[in-house]
C-alpha cells in the first residue's frame, strides 16, 4: 500500500499532474546521464542530447540491469543519479529482472528456457526462490537509500516494475504468469519495498505495451489504485513510414489512457517511445538508422500529433529508450573533434533541436 512516503514523492507526482494540464510535455531519454555515442564523461554530466542542445531531458530513465555490470555499475549509478537529481532531472527505474530460474541474476542468457520456469509464482512466498528474489528487492532497497541529495534527503525516483506485462517477452508476460498472478507478484513487490524495507521515496507505475482500445483492456493486469500512482504505456513505432496506420491507434490508446487518468485519478505517461527502423539495405537497426531514415521529422511530426487532441496533450511524458551505440539509438546525436569542430551530425538533428526547442517541450533546467 502506498503510504507515508517521502514529501519528494508527493512533489514530484504534483509536477506531473501540472504538466498534464499545462499543454507541456517533460522529455525523457533512458540511461542518458551515462550512455551515449557523443558522451566522454558518464558521470550524469553530459549525456547526447546536452550535448546537441545545451540541456539535458527533464527525465532520465535507468535500470537494475546497472547493479550487474550491465548498462555501467552499480556505484557509477548512484554518482549518475545523484548528479542528475542536482541538475534538475527526474529520474525514473525500470527493471529488467533476470529470470531466477536459471541460477544466475543474468538478464541476458537467451537460453530456450529464458522465459520458463514458472518463475513468477515461485518468487512469491512459500516457493523455492522466494529468498533470491528478496536479495534483488534487497538490492534495489539499498540503492533507493545511497541516493541522497547534497542535503541528505532520499531523491525521489519512479519505480517502473514488471514493464510490457501484457506481452510475451518477459517472463512476467501474461503468456507465462496469469492474469490474477501477477497482481499478486506486483502487489508484494512493492509491499515488501515499502512496508519490510522501509523505502519511501518510490513513486509506483504500471506499464503494460500499447496498443489498447478499451478500458477493459488496459486494466486486465492493473494492480489497483492502491499501488499505483503513474499509468503508463509502453510503445514503439516499427518500419514508420507515412500511412502506417501508428497515430489512429495511437490516438485510440491515448483516449483511453486520458479517461482513466480522469476515473482513478492518477497522471499518465508514455514510459517508453521511439521508432525503431528494424531492417533496411545497409543493416538491421533497432531505434533510428544511421541515415536514409522515411521519417526524417519524427519528433516535430509526433509533438504536432500529440497536441492535435485533448488526451494527447494531457500526456504528462514520454521518455525514449537508449543510445547504447552508433548501430542502436533512439534519438540522433552529433559528434565534435578535440578542437571542437563537428565530424558527424545525424541526419535527424535538425528536427530533433526543433522539438527539443519547442516551449511545449520540458527539458532539464
Given amino acids: 500500500m502506498l503510504n507515508d512516503r517521502h514529501p519528494g514523492v508527493y512533489e514530484l507526482l504534483e509536477r506531473l499532474e501540472d504538466v498534464s494540464y499545462s499543454g507541456s510535455f517533460l522529455f525523457g531519454h533512458q540511461n542518458a546521464g551515462h550512455i ?184 486486465g493486469r492493473y494492480p489497483g489504485d492502491d499501488y499505483i500512482d503513474v499509468l503508463g504505456m509502453d510503445i514503439y513505432r516499427d518500419r514508420p513510414e507515412a500511412g502506417d496506420g501508428f497515430y489512429e491507434k495511437m490516438k485510440t490508446s491515448l483516449e483511453v489512457m486520458w479517461q482513466l487518468a480522469l476515473e482513478h485519478g492518477k497522471p499518465y505517461a508514455i514510459t517508453e517511445l521511439g521508432i525503431r527502423v528494424l531492417d533496411s539495405v545497409e543493416g538491421y537497426y533497432e531505434g533510428l538508422a544511421p541515415s536514409g531514415n522515411k521519417v526524417i521529422d519524427w519528433f516535430t511530426e509526433f509533438l504536432s500529433f500529440v497536441t492535435s487532441f485533448e488526451a494527447g496533450s494531457r500526456c504528462s511524458y514520454f521518455l525514449t529508450w537508449a543510445n547504447f551505440s552508433d548501430q542502436q539509438f533512439w534519438v540522433p546525436y552529433e559528434l565534435k573533434d578535440e578542437s571542437g569542430r563537428v565530424t558527424f551530425r545525424h541526419e535527424m538533428c535538425d528536427d530533433f533541436e526543433a522539438f527539443c526547442e519547442d516551449p511545449r517541450i520540458i527539458m532539464a533546467p
Avoid at 529520474?91 to 520458463?116: E, Q, V
Wanted: with cysteine; hydrophobic share 35%; charged share 25%.
Fill in 36 to 219: 551515449g555515442v557523443s558522451i566522454k564523461a558518464a558521470d550524469g554530466s553530459e549525456s547526447d542530447i546536452k550535448n546537441l542542445t545545451g540541456r539535458h531531458p527533464s527525465i532520465v530513465g535507468i535500470d537494475t540491469l546497472s547493479f550487474y555490470g550491465y548498462e555501467g555499475d552499480y556505484d557509477q549509478l548512484v554518482k549518475v543519479t545523484k548528479e542528475l537529481h542536482k541538475e534538475g532531472c527526474i529520474i525514473t527505474l525500470s527493471s529488467h529482472m533476470p529470470n531466477f530460474s536459471l541460477g544466475g541474476d543474468d538478464f541476458y542468457d537467451y537460453s530456450p528456457n529464458f522465459t520458463d520456469g514458472d518463475v513468477g509464482r515461485r518468487i512469491m512466498p512459500g516457493g523455492d526462490l522466494n529468498a533470491k528474489y528478496l536479495r534483488f528487492l534487497d538490492k534495489i532497497a539499498e540503492f533507493a537509500s545511497e541516493c541522497v541529495d547534497v542535503d541528505g534527503e532520499p531523491i525521489p525516483m519512479l519505480f517502473r516494475p514488471f514493464h510490457e506485462d501484457n506481452g510475451s517477452w518477459f517472463w512476467w508476460g501474461r503468456e507465462f504468469l496469469p492474469d490474477d498472478d501477477y497482481i499478486k507478484l506486483f502487489r508484494y513487490t512493492v509491499d515488501y519495498l515499502q512496508e519490510e524495507k522501509n523505502v519511501r521515496n518510490f513513486a509506483y507505475a504500471y506499464s503494460p505495451n500499447g496498443f489498447f482500445a478499451s478500458n477493459d483492456e488496459y486494466l
